[in-house]
């Protein structure tokens, strides 16, 4: 078996045991070295590392959900629920990207008057 498919597997037992996975709690980890050895902001005393960490968070964050949708697919597969049409993913993206372009106007507006 690889790495991968072992952590796969972990992440996959934690996310059918708990209705919060605990893998969610790993997403701290690249952040550990800063807390304990860097005084004061990460991104200032390291800001290439502290963007590596910032990635490696994000991406096993979004990993862990993504398994934890994928489990919860299957669960409710058996009901005969339809988790999340297409409608839904459509409102969703929408307002985030209305949220966004709400934010980079009003950030260009301070930018340009003041």
């Known amino acids: 078996m690889t790495l991968l498919r072992k952590i796969t597997e972990l ?5 059918a045991a708990n209705g ?3 893998s969610i709690v790993a997403a701290a980890l690249p ?3 800063f ?3 860097v005084d004061g902001a990460p991104a200032d005393s390291y800001p290439v590392l502290a963007g590596l960490a910032l990635v490696a968070s994000l ?11 994928r489990h919860t697919r299957a669960e ?6 339809v988790f999340g049409s297409a409608r839904f993913w459509r ?3 929408g307002t985030a990207l209305l949220i966004a372009v709400a934010t980079a106007a ?3 507006l301070q930018n340009r008057i003041g």
Do not use: Q, S
């Open 106 to 108: 009003v950030m260009w």
């Open 59 to 69: 991406c096993w964050l979004a990993f862990v959900l993504w398994r934890a949708l």
């Open 35 to 37: 807390m304990i050895f």
């Open 11 to 15: 992440v996959d037992k934690d996310v």
């Open 76 to 81: 409710l597969e058996g009901y005969g629920y």
């Open 20 to 22: 919060k996975p605990i």
């Open 91 to 93: 409102l969703m993206l």
């Open 31 to 33: 952040f550990v070295p």
